[in-house]
């Protein structure tokens, strides 16, 4: 699969998610995959970046070993897109740049971002034209949802803006901002937006894809050119082994025991104290990612506590050794994991359905200074 100038095989990315995706994961998951595929930083807000804000300094610092380098923005302000995607290109701090417009948290399309704003087509028209151009040489993409809700899909339009103003990629979640997580991705809008967007661009499928088998019906059953993989691979990082190996035709591949899923456990706590300067700091970090990890798997409610409340490294790998390491892979831990609610009320500012080609105008306080989620 091309992106502008880059090559990414497997057709595979990693979903930027918030508190999750950082240096540290990103890493795990290129382990496994022996560097192939395409992983993306946690969303970092363009204020944030043009004011060089230190928490987001930290986490567009990318492992030596991060070829190509892919960052995501949020941004509601086009003049300050453009500002963070001239910075970023300059100052080579990215190879790759993402636009999300998909995330459905209140505390983000109250003020008019995320999966909101596609409904205002000129302000999304104006933000693409500003991060292409400012852009130089780098890629850009764009992730969206379907739309606010069934009542308002935005996906189709928002593709064909996106196509017009040279965007090098577009990735659909199949699931409006009302759904947030819950109920079934609706893959079909995925086809319908491949069969509309020009041929030369690649449509990007997400949602629902659990298990690289996932993967591989979701490419035959809407044409996509590649997938994006977000909650599937919490606290399974070698997905994106699986996946380069049912892309390369082997569809055998094995699943992991127990003892596998623990060493991958005191690596990612590893990574993480490596990365914040401070081993208790990392195996604090981790703690939410034990339960992930344990699904499915034969652990007792006594060691979860304990595994949940480590402290150093040492005490994790000791909990972890009293696990049962022979452990085959359990039935159903494929399953859903991370957050799944749905049909919520999606929170928008005032007056924001009234007229869909409107170029509205967000206020400063839309961004956040910081970035992360």
Excluded at 76 to 96: C, F, N, Q, Y
Excluded at 193 to 221: C, F, K, Q, T
Excluded at 336 to 354: A, I, Q, Y
Aim: charged share 25%; net charge negative; with cysteine.
């Amino acid at each position: 699969m091309n992106i502008g100038p880059m090559q990414v095989w497997p057709p595979v990315v990693l979903a930027p998610m918030a508190g999750i995706t950082n240096a540290p994961f990103r890493t795990l998951c290129r382990e496994q995959s022996g560097g192939r595929g395409l992983y993306v930083s946690e969303m970092i807000t363009t204020r944030a970046l043009v004011e060089r804000n230190a928490k987001t300094m930290q986490l567009i610092k990318f492992d030596p070993s991060e070829k190509p380098r892919s960052i995501q923005l949020y941004g509601v302000d086009p003049e300050t897109v453009g500002k963070a995607a001239r910075m970023i290109s300059e100052e080579g701090l990215a190879d790759h740049i993402d636009l999300n417009f998909g995330c459905p948290v209140p505390k983000v399309t109250r003020k008019g971002g995320g999966s909101a704003l596609p409904y205002k087509r000129n302000l999304l028209r104006d933000i693409l034209r500003q991060a292409v151009g400012n852009a130089g040489d780098l890629p850009v993409t764009m992730k969206m949802r379907k739309g606010i809700d069934d009542d308002h899909l935005t996906y189709l339009d928002a593709g064909r803006i996106g196509a017009e103003e040279g965007v090098a990629a577009i990735a659909l979640h199949g699931r409006t901002a009302a759904q947030h997580y819950g109920g079934t991705a609706d893959w079909s809008a995925i086809a319908r937006l491949r069969e509309s967007v020009p041929a030369g661009i690649p449509v990007l499928g997400n949602g629902d894809i659990w298990s690289a088998d996932d993967a591989v019906r979701m490419m035959r059953a809407t044409g996509c050119d590649g997938v994006v993989v977000g909650r599937g691979c919490l606290g399974r990082p070698w997905l994106f082994r699986d996946l380069v190996s049912i892309f390369e035709g082997d569809v055998d591949y094995a699943r992991p025991t127990f003892a596998y899923v623990a060493r991958a456990m005191v690596r990612h706590a590893q990574l993480l104290g490596e990365w914040l300067g401070d081993e208790a700091r990392g195996v604090i970090d981790f703690r939410k990612h034990v339960a992930w990890y344990t699904k499915g798997f034969s652990v007792g409610s006594e060691l979860r506590v304990k595994l949940a409340n480590s402290s150093s490294l040492s005490e994790l790998d000791e909990t972890l050794a009293q696990v049962d390491q022979e452990q085959s892979w359990p039935l159903g831990a494929d399953g859903p994991r991370g957050r799944t609610s749905g049909n919520n009320r999606v929170v928008l500012p005032e007056g924001w359905l009234d007229d869909p080609y409107e170029c509205a105008r967000l206020g400063e306080d839309a961004e956040s200074d910081t970035s992360g989620g």
